[in-house]
């Protein structure tokens, strides 16, 4: 079965310096992976997604990803957090057998100011 | 352009009655998806269309839970008899076509709340 884990519940981050949301995969196959943010309540909103190609991919409001096929892993990234990044962070990965995403259990960002 | 939209955004329902959640994908999406969200959860899978065509229903938690897509394009999710475990976000999500590679744009849920 796939599916995605992210190990933090929540990650606290000053304005300003670089932000690591983790996100860490299991499927069979290749995967397509996905990041959205979620802002109270607000849908999801797409940030990024991986697919095939360079393991680094860049996505919206300065965000990006890095594909890591040895540690089956796709860590969201940011060089420099702002406050108005606070929000809920969700990884999905797409089933293979069908179209569906299954999302990890989200983490918390909290930048201070 | 419009995005996803989804009607009522909140709706408070007592224990058995039945509602009715609306939702308008983005224009010439071929694919729409109904998730279920829990408080402090993630999205959760219901079931999906290509077009007017119910390709998967395997996340419906109960026949209690119907949805449709009559015309492949707007989608009613049903439920039945509500109950208290009932109380969710529900979000709809429409992406272009079917790939894999597909996004999908979601819309901004409805939060159900049973008494």
């Known amino acids: 079965a796939q599916s995605v884990a992210q190990p933090e519940d929540q990650v606290n981050v000053a304005e300003g310096n670089p932000l690591t949301v983790k996100c860490t995969y299991s499927?069979?196959?290749?995967?397509?992976l996905f990041w959205y943010v979620q802002y109270p309540n607000r849908g999801l909103q797409f940030l990024l997604k991986?697919?095939?190609?360079?393991?680094l991919v860049k996505g919206s409001y300065g965000f990006e990803a890095e594909f890591n096929k040895s540690q089956t892993s796709f860590h969201l990234k940011k060089p420099s957090a702002l406050v108005s990044d606070s929000a809920l962070y969700f990884c999905?990965?797409?089933?293979?057998?069908?179209?569906?995403?299954?999302f990890g259990t989200g983490t918390r960002l909290q930048v201070f100011p | 352009g419009a995005g996803v939209s989804q009607s009522p955004r909140y709706k408070v329902a007592k224990r058995g009655q039945d509602v009715a959640l609306r939702c308008d994908p983005i224009?010439?999406?071929?694919?729409l998806f109904w998730y279920q969200q829990a408080l402090g959860q993630g999205p959760e899978f219901l079931t999906y269309?290509?077009?007017?065509?119910?390709?998967?229903k395997s996340g419906l938690p109960s026949d209690r839970f119907f949805a449709e897509r009559p015309e492949g394009s707007v989608s009613t999710l049903k439920i039945q008899r509500t109950q208290q475990e009932d109380s969710a976000v529900y979000l709809c999500?429409?992406?272009?076509?079917?790939?894999?590679?597909?996004?999908?744009?979601f819309g901004p849920g409805t939060r159900l709340l049973v008494l």
């Open positions: 999500a429409s992406s272009r076509r079917t790939s894999g590679t597909e996004t999908q744009y």
């Open positions: 991986y697919i095939t190609g360079d393991n």
């Open positions: 499927v069979s196959g290749n995967p397509y």
């Open positions: 224009s010439g999406h071929v694919s």
């Open positions: 269309f290509q077009n007017e065509a119910q390709l998967d």
């Open positions: 999905a990965v797409r089933d293979i057998n069908t179209d569906k995403l299954i």
